[in-house]
């Protein structure tokens, strides 16, 4: 299995894990720079805002919803959030089936706001922290 999906036995990182693993690949993606950081927290922050909007309008477009969870898996990837990067496999996955069952696709999309709500907040505490 690839580092995007964990065995589902596998617990995720505990939160502070996850917002102490951003902050270190912030750092490393801009040679701890603390006003380059501010900028790519924002930046993270900004698009997370718009990822969150999306998802409460597309619930009724699977096709859309494949392409808005693969788009957030990459800034998963990107920061190393295995929980999100999970989450937006299973949707897509979901998503690609014409037959889906429509409670998973809600409960899915539930777990996905909830888990790019914390994402978002995490970011917003970096850029003001340092």
């Known amino acids: 299995m690839s580092q995007t999906h964990p065995p589902r036995d596998k617990p995720f990182p505990p939160l502070s894990v996850r917002h102490e693993q951003r902050l270190r690949v912030l750092a490393d993606l801009t040679s701890a720079d603390p006003v380059?950081?501010?900028v790519l927290a924002n930046a993270f922050s900004h698009a997370n805002d718009q990822d969150l909007l999306q998802l409460r309008?597309?619930?009724a477009d699977p096709a859309r919803l494949i392409l808005l969870a693969h788009r957030i898996?990459?800034?998963a990837?990107?920061?190393?959030?295995t929980r999100l990067g999970a989450i937006c496999a299973e949707l897509e996955?979901?998503?690609?089936d014409p037959a889906h069952d429509a409670q998973a696709l809600d409960a899915c999309i539930q777990r996905l706001q909830g888990a790019l709500e914390e994402f978002g907040e995490s970011f917003r505490r970096i850029?003001?922290?340092v």
Request: net charge positive; charged share 25%.
């Open 127 to 129: 850029a003001q922290d």
């Open 93 to 96: 996955q979901i998503c690609s």
């Open 73 to 75: 898996k990459g800034a």
């Open 57 to 59: 309008t597309l619930h």
């Open 36 to 38: 380059r950081i501010r």
């Open 77 to 81: 990837q990107m920061t190393g959030d």
